[in-house]
Structures are given as C-alpha cells and as structure tokens.
C-alpha cells in the first residue's frame, strides 16, 4: 500500500512529429494511509500511519509521527496508542473485551479520521488433518492440510485463515483464505486448504483462524480481487472502515492456532 496510483490526468500536445512532446502529470494530492490492527492474542494494539505518493515516486511512503492516536472501548475508556517512531504507534497490555466494538481516532494536521471495528470472541481450531494428492495439471504431488472447526451456532462468523510452513508465514494479501459461515451455520468445518507446492512429509504446517468482523472480511475480499484483476488500468483503493477519506483499515480481531506435522 505504500504506493497507490490516484487519479492522475496526463495531456499530451502534439505540434509536430518533429517537435517536442510536452507530458504533464499532475499528482494528486497526497491521502493519509492508516493500517491498524488490535489483535487480542497478545493484547497489543499497533497502528501505523503514512502518506501516499505518486505513482512514479520510487522514495518510501512519508512516515507520519506526530498523530495523535487514540482507541475507546465499549464503556467509553479512552487509551492512547503513543509513537514509537518510523511511523508506528503501540499500545500493549490492552485487554480485549469480545462481542463489543471498538472505535480509534488518528488525528492529524487539524482533520480526525476514525473507524469502529468489532471484536469477536476466538473459535478454536480442532487437530488439522492431511490427505495427499497426486497433483494438479502437471505440479508435484503432495499434502494439503485440512481445517476443522465448530462454528458458533445462530452468529454470522467470518474468519481469516493464515497458513505458515516450516516457520515461513504466508500473510500477504493473495494467501490468505477467507472463510464465511453462510452455509455451515452451527456446524463442523471441515476442508481442505490447497497451497502450491503442495506439503511435503515431515513439514511443519501452521494454521491461524482469525475472527473478524463483517467489514473487514469484505476489505479483504477486495483487496484480493484488486490484487488478482490482470489490467493495465491503475488499481483502485479497497473501501476501508476509516471517515474522512483516509485509506486503510482498522482490524480487531481474536485467533486461535494450530501446529502439525505432515506424516
């Protein structure tokens, strides 16, 4: 996310094919990017603040260290999440309260942005399974683990589901597997979890069930599209949780994990 094309126009004037051709590009004005994330598993609130840049500016997005960074809980508790430099703000020893939201304000250069975010209680994971499989099309046969969980009867539940082999953690955004609970309300999940290349014995495999809200499944879900659309077109911006136009999110959010060994 450090670099976002914005709307951009480019004219071209064209006198002659021997006379000089003259582009104008005009960068948009600059958007402030929040990506903040309050997991309850280590009850640490960590935020991180930027701003864009152009397209064609090769120079790391513009760190920003002097926002003021708050979140407020259920009761109205105001705690603030303080800089520790490079951009990033933290807040630790935060206790998570579930089925509750939460709500963080960034305020910076006179304008306040916030967003509220749910916070659901952690479904645990049962013993993951493995089946192997010849391969597909040509790709070296394997295993593909399986997940198996119970999910809360009478909730709409939506999960994130982060895989890691040998210790190597596959969290960006075209790994991760979403997950809703539309049509396995109050039952066992249970499915396999297709990764290239596929597992091999005696690997390591990792697996992490995040519970997040319905906004930020559908961030995610976006983001997965704009990363998978093959076009020449610049991307657009995924519809974040944040007022007054910043991109970016803000995810709180409980887990559970599993380990296992591929026979």
């Not at 119970?150 to 909730?155: E, G, H, K, L, R």
């Not at 709409?156 to 040998?166: A, G, P, T």
């Not at 014995?201 to 983001?223: A, C, K, N, P, W």
Request: some cysteine; charged content about 15%; glycine content about 6%.
């Amino acid at each position: 996310m450090k670099r976002i094309l914005y709307t951009f126009a480019i004219g071209l004037l064209i006198v002659s094919c021997q006379k000089e051709i003259d582009v104008d590009l005009n960068e948009a004005d600059p958007k402030v990017v929040i990506e903040a994330n309050y997991t309850a598993e280590d009850s640490t609130v960590r935020v991180r603040v930027t701003q864009t840049t152009n397209y064609f500016d090769l120079a790391p997005a513009p760190e920003i260290n002097n926002a003021v960074v708050t979140i407020t809980d259920a009761n109205g508790a105001v705690s603030n999440v303080n800089s520790i430099g490079n951009g990033s703000y933290e807040l630790t020893n935060y206790v998570p309260a579930f089925n509750t939201t939460y709500s963080m304000s960034v305020s910076y250069n006179g304008v306040e942005y916030v967003a509220q975010c749910e916070m659901n209680p952690p479904v645990p994971l049962e013993d993951m399974t493995f089946d192997f499989y010849p391969g597909f099309f040509g790709s070296p046969e394997g295993y593909a683990s399986n997940i198996r969980f119970f999910d809360p009867a009478d909730t709409v539940n939506f999960y994130l589901i982060v895989l890691s082999k040998n210790g190597s953690v596959s969290d960006s955004v075209p790994n991760l597997i979403l997950q809703d609970d539309q049509l396995t309300d109050g039952n066992l999940v249970e499915r396999p979890l297709f990764v290239n290349p596929l597992y091999e014995t005696g690997d390591v495999i990792g697996m992490e069930l995040r519970s997040v809200d319905s906004r930020m499944f559908y961030y995610y879900s976006e983001l997965q599209t704009i990363a998978g659309a093959q076009t020449s077109a610049a991307p657009a911006n995924p519809e974040g949780n944040w007022s007054n136009d910043a991109l970016g999110y803000f995810n709180a959010y409980s887990n559970s994990r599993k380990i296992g060994v591929v026979p």
